[in-house]
């Protein structure tokens, strides 16, 4: 996978201040984008387009977007320019905040995550290692990053674990991991695209439970 950093026409975020008046994307255009969650540090949009589907102007803050489909997208900004943009499966790209119109020019319908970074940024300190874990940087910026990660047959988080930044859990696969948060019953079965949100400071306990490597796209806010 390919490592990327801020990439301003890349990513599902267009920057373009000439359109004051783009809104929320959720409320302009709740056909393609749904919030699945939300706490005061992020909120997490599912982002489909079928093929031909287009949307209309709307903004973003920062943002992290992970394609869970290879697709092409077409940006337009309200200056007249516009641009092309393959998005492959499993990756993620950072973009500040903006505005854009997309479309999807592919010949696959678009799915994907979007992470909104909410309010000022956090002072969360992002690990570079984690036992029992292979980390590889995808995207990273001022507000957080994503990571894909490789959790080994053994890797356990006791109960009550707690980190200072929040994570944004996506699965790649269907294979077994038991996440449970603040005490509420584990998850223990997912599939590709699914989404868990673990705010900073709250306890959980987490672990592999399929006896092989699994692997996940964590998105993390600072």
Not at 18 to 38: C, L, N, R
Not at 95 to 116: C, F, Q, R, W, Y
Not at 141 to 170: C, L, M, N, S, W
Request: charged letters at 20%; proline letters at 7%; aromatic letters at 4%.
């Amino acid at each position: 996978m390919k490592v990327c950093s801020l990439v301003p026409l890349a990513a599902f975020v267009l920057l373009s201040s000439g359109v004051a008046q783009a809104q929320d994307p959720v409320k302009v255009d709740s056909t393609h984008y749904k919030v699945i969650a939300e706490n005061e540090h992020v909120r997490v949009l599912k982002i489909s387009y079928p093929v031909g589907g287009k949307s209309v102007p709307h903004q973003h803050p920062d943002s992290i977007v992970v394609p869970l489909v290879t697709s092409k997208v077409h940006f337009a900004s309200a200056d007249g320019t516009s641009r092309d943009e393959e998005l492959a499966a499993g990756t993620a790209m950072y973009a500040p905040a903006g505005v854009h119109t997309p479309s999807n020019m592919g010949k696959t319908a678009v799915d994907a995550i979007l992470v909104e970074f909410k309010g000022a940024a956090g002072t969360g300190t992002l690990p570079t290692t984690r036992p029992n874990m292979n980390l590889k940087v995808l995207a990273e910026g001022p507000r957080g990053a994503a990571t894909h990660i490789v959790a080994d047959p053994t890797f356990a988080e006791p109960a009550g674990t707690k980190h200072d930044y929040d994570q944004v859990v996506i699965a790649l696969d269907g294979a077994g991991m038991s996440l449970s948060i603040n005490g509420k019953p584990a998850k223990t079965t997912w599939k590709r695209g699914d989404v868990a949100l673990i705010g900073r400071g709250e306890a959980h306990e987490s672990n592999n439970t399929s006896g092989k490597p699994t692997e996940f796209i964590i998105v993390a806010a600072k």
